[in-house]
């Protein structure tokens, strides 16, 4: 899929969920083994400090880890429910610039996703890990990880 239907794909689920929309999440990447998302850090994405808000970063880190998961679920053409069941946060420098979030299993959502249509009407949880950097501040060091547990159900 290309970088464009990718980032359309982000702007459907923005519509679901307005905030998506708000602070303008980009796809930078994604294939089979790896998605990255950069929020631009700009006026609706700054806390007082001038770096990144924090909610601005939880954001991030569900879209990056909810995106592999639907276009998994899209290309099975089944009816798969997807929430998340929990959301662990470390954050670990203030965010001062456009933050890119990665998720580096992408082959593991998908055999995940594969798992769960095999087995309908079983909630499943995977733990997905989240890293966020600001590459143009602090090169590939890490300013937050997260981990959230995804949850699926199908139906």
Known sequence: MSQFKN?????AFGLKIPLILFVAPKVTKMDEKETIVKIPLKWRTKNHLGSMY?????????????LAAVKSIKASGKNVHLSFKDFKAEFLKRP??????????????????????QNPGERMNFPLEIVATCPSKLNDEP?????????????
């Open 143 to 155: 300013v937050a990880k997260f981990e959230l547990t995804l949850s699926l159900k199908s139906r």
């Open 96 to 117: 001062e610039a456009d933050t890119f979030f990665h998720n580096r299993q992408g082959q593991e959502i998908s055999d995940f996703v594969t798992k769960v249509i």
């Open 54 to 66: 924090f909610g601005v970063l939880a954001v991030g880190a569900d879209v990056v880890g909810g």
């Open 7 to 11: 980032n359309l794909l982000l702007k």
